[in-house]
């Protein structure tokens, strides 16, 4: 199996569980939609990272559970993260949350930045990854930084590239041209 059939299969197995939530955003609920941001999420991310999130999901199925109940309810603050994965998902948020602020500093616009929703939303995310994932996945981050990448630009890359940009400088300046022109109509 290759990488984007991977990520086909990730976002395909996500949308069912997702599809079993009462989800309020009309938006999510397209199914090219949230397959493409899913697909977007993980597609920085290493092959043996990704092997292995599937085979979370699969158990997930198996075990008649689903990880974006357990996500969303983490969020509402419902659920708690176990305590065994605090150590490595610290760890994880850490990074993801510099990676973020340094993009909103390049691209305001862009590229938004809530500190404390983003870290929540990751963490409870993270929290339901197997140990076994989250050991690869702070591998991917911890090999991305001593490259010098910063995995949520490339995500951010793949997300509008494939929406017609050329680049996220692109991206900025039409936003930054939108809000001037929304502030000179007003």
Request: glycine share 2%; charged share 35%; proline share 3%.
């Amino acid at each position: 199996m290759e990488k984007d059939e991977l990520l086909r299969k990730i976002a395909e197995k996500e949308l069912q569980f997702f599809l079993k939530l009462n989800a309020k955003n009309p938006e999510c609920k397209k199914e090219d939609t949230f397959k493409f941001m899913r697909i977007a999420r993980f597609y920085p991310y290493s092959f043996l990272t990704l092997s292995s999130y599937f085979q979370d999901l699969e158990k997930y199925e198996r075990e008649r559970k689903n990880p974006l109940w357990e996500k969303y309810r983490c969020m509402e603050g419902k659920i708690s993260i176990p305590q065994e994965k605090m150590e490595i998902l610290r760890k994880i948020v850490d990074i993801e949350t510099l990676w973020i602020l340094e993009l909103h500093k390049k691209y305001p616009h862009a590229i938004q930045s809530k500190d404390e929703d983003f870290q929540r939303y990751l963490m409870c995310e993270l929290s339901t990854f197997s140990l076994n994932t989250l050991v690869f996945y702070l591998s991917d981050i911890e090999h991305a930084m001593e490259e010098g990448r910063n995995l949520a630009y490339e995500s951010y890359l793949y997300t509008f590239t494939n929406l017609g940009y050329s680049s996220l400088d692109e991206v900025e300046e039409k936003m930054r041209e939108k809000i001037e022109i929304d502030i000179f109509n007003e």
